[in-house]
């Protein structure tokens, strides 16, 4: 007979599949309080274990019923879905007209393009975050709306951190072609290199750390990671950081103050205790 958590072990990875985390306390406290009830009658714990999962619902059968309840698109994930998808066809067509005629540049444009993408795909999901800190601070988010954020904030952490390593790459191959070189060899023997491409590198690595980390983390805890995201994003397209890669006028650093500035404030509100948010109600954000 198999040990009574490792079945309920299998059945939260099920359920967190189906269902999602915002949900999966709520619905094991049910199913334990169901299974000590039916061992106290005698049954044994599988026994109990199977009829108290009959009761509550299969993970696919819950999956069915939870998303004949999923709450209409999130107004900022609209907004941004659409956002993102004018900057693709509008970086395209203006990428297409630079570069037709010039076919030995065609690598080139399309490290830019890619490149440029991942970071507005970046910056898009740091925007939802500063939505979702300003709406739970003044009004209630159900779990319903917050499970029905977890799966399209996942996909655009997948999008960014694509694109961003598509032009990551695409830049290190023209590199090669037109120098004969790679990033690191350039950055050891040239001051030329703007701080933009080297910091790419971090921002692939810090989006790669934000798509794990949503495996585990709620949706709160996702979007206050994603300001911090964009941060590190502001920092690499915007700032010069060391001697000899400053192509940037001053400008940018009242640019990224600013940016910085934001975040940090959003970030800060984000992390009150939860007494300061808006209380918990039954209905749909």
């Not at 108290?52 to 941004?80: C, H, M, N, Y």
């Not at 977890?150 to 023209?174: D, Y």
Request: with cysteine; aromatic share 12%.
């Amino acid at each position: 007979m198999r040990n009574l958590e490792n079945l309920i072990a299998d059945w939260r990875k099920l359920m967190l599949r189906s269902v999602g985390r915002e949900r999966i306390a709520e619905l094991e406290n049910h199913l334990r309080e169901s299974i000590e009830a039916r061992v106290q009658i005698g049954l044994s714990k599988e026994e109990a274990f199977n009829q108290a999962v009959d009761k509550i619902g299969w993970p696919w059968d819950l999956a069915t019923e939870f998303r004949k309840s999923q709450p209409p698109l999130w107004l900022p994930l609209k907004a941004a879905i659409a956002i993102g998808a004018l900057a693709a066809i509008a970086l395209g067509i203006a990428f297409g007209m630079r570069f037709t005629d010039k076919p030995d540049r065609l690598l080139l444009a399309f490290h830019v393009y890619t490149l440029t993408f991942g970071y507005i795909a970046t910056f898009l999901i740091g925007a939802m975050g500063i939505c979702f800190v300003s709406q739970r601070l003044a009004a209630d988010i159900s779990p319903a709306r917050l499970q029905s954020l977890a799966r399209p904030l996942f996909i655009f952490s997948i999008v960014a951190v694509a694109f961003t390593n598509v032009g990551l790459i695409a830049g290190l191959l023209w590199m090669k072609m037109e120098w004969g070189s790679h990033i690191f060899d350039l950055i050891q023997r040239s001051s030329q290199i703007e701080a933009r491409e080297v910091w790419t590198i971090a921002i692939v690595f810090w989006l790669g750390v934000f798509g794990a980390v949503q495996r585990i983390a709620t949706v709160r805890i996702t979007f206050l990671l994603s300001l911090l995201g964009n941060m590190l994003a502001s920092i690499a397209w915007f700032a010069p950081v060391a001697p000899g890669w400053n192509r940037y006028d001053h400008s940018s650093y009242s640019t990224l103050s600013i940016l910085i500035g934001v975040h940090c404030f959003f970030l800060l509100l984000g992390l009150l205790p939860s007494k300061f948010w808006a209380p918990q109600k039954t209905r749909s954000a």
